[in-house]
């Protein structure tokens, strides 16, 4: 039985309770929150994407409100660090130091020299360091890669992702809103399809955005152009400055030589394959969420099954400088070169 711990019992925290719970090869033995509020609050939490609504139950766990403490009592296998983004590098990197293995929400870090630190004391450490880019393990978006990868329907010609939101005032202390604490919304949200893109499509050669400073203090819209050294044309538009009744959406349209694939989290059915010939055909989505899949990925790794290679902390770390890059080009109005 794998013993994990979580820090930061927050939203992501919550989900990664959930994931957890569902396993059979796992306990959940310590969780850490700084704020005795939070772990005392043990009702589900829904957020953009449904999930976390489960209520807790902590009997049995032990609690604490610093995480090196938690590291030193716990006897830990694994951590999941769900806290605010800016101290991603430095919990990940004390956990890695202590010997066990962490899973990490994205995003990685607020730059790419805490990034660099981080896969260099994974190097060192020889554990498993996952970064949470759960579209990744996102079902529709999976199939779309096999889709892409099998060739079926052609070469794709064009797409776009769109990942649209309320603005965020829910998150503990407001980090959320805090550009230099959280990375404003390009490297909150919008990095899920910068990292689908180049999970998908490979590094960019280059990158032109355009971005609007919004309640963060930093870009909070962005629309991005993803340059490579072929005709594809692929964008992703990303933010949270929507109006509050808007709620939040992600969806993609990607143009193959033979079909059109169409994807909407606000749509039923979520996915269709629109062939050049031929009926719509509507696949069949596997049950659960790209959270729960990740941390079942993340689980059968430290267990040390063979699992096929989804992310890599450097592919991670890549795309924390792709963010950079896109923001370098609003700041610069021009392209920025990647590759
Ligand atoms: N993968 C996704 O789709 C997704 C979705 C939402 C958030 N996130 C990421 O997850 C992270 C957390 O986001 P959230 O929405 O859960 O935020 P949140 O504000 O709901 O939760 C953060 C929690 O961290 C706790 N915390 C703050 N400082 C701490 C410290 N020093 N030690 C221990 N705990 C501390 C807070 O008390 C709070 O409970 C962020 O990096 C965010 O970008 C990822």
């Known amino acids: ?17 959930r994931c957890y719970n569902s ?14 509020e939070q772990l005392n609050n043990t009702s589900g939490v829904s957020g953009n994407i449904s999930g976390a609504e489960e209520e807790l139950d902590l009997s049995g766990i032990q609690l604490f409100s610093d995480f090196s403490k938690m590291l030193k009592a716990a006897e830990l296998d694994a951590v999941s660090i769900a806290s605010p983004t800016f101290l991603h590098a430095a919990q990940t990197i004390e956990a890695l130091n202590s010997g066990i293995h962490v ?11 805490d990034c660099g630190q981080m896969v260099e004391a994974t190097r060192r450490s020889g554990q498993v360091l996952q970064i949470g880019h759960c579209i990744r393990f996102w079902p529709e978006y999976v199939q779309t890669k096999e889709i892409i990868d099998s060739g079926q329907y052609g070469k794709v010609l064009a797409a776009t992702f769109q990942r649209l939101s309320l603005t965020p005032t829910w998150s503990w202390d407001n980090c959320f809103l805090d550009g230099k604490r959280s990375g404003g919304a390009m490297l909150d949200l919008h990095i899920h399809d910068a990292d689908y893109v180049h999970y998908v499509f490979g590094m960019p050669e280059e990158v032109f955005s355009r971005g609007v400073i919004g309640p963060s203090g930093d870009y909070d819209h962005t629309v991005t152009q993803y340059l490579y050294d072929d005709q594809k044309v692929i964008t992703a538009e990303g933010g949270w400055i929507m109006a509050p009744d808007f709620g939040f959406e992600m969806s993609f349209k990607i143009v193959l030589e033979n079909a059109t694939l169409i994807y909407s989290s606000a749509q039923q059915p979520t996915f269709k394959i629109c062939p050049k010939d031929g009926e719509t055909i509507v696949p069949e989505i596997p049950d659960g969420d790209g959270y729960s899949f990740e941390i079942q990925h993340f689980v059968d790794m430290i267990s040390g ?6 992310i890599t902390p450097e592919q991670s770390a890549d795309s924390i400088k792709i963010i950079e890059a896109e923001k370098e080009s609003i700041r610069k109005r021009n392209k920025i070169q990647l590759n």
């Open 23 to 36: 396993l059979d090869n796992v306990r959940i033995t310590a969780i850490c929150d700084a704020d005795a």
């Open 103 to 113: 899973f990490c929400e994205k995003p990685m870090a607020l730059n790419s020299q």
């Open 305 to 310: 099954k063979s699992v096929q290679s989804v």
């Open 1 to 17: 039985m794998l013993k994990i711990g979580i820090v930061g019992l927050g939203f992501m925290g919550k989900m990664h309770y």
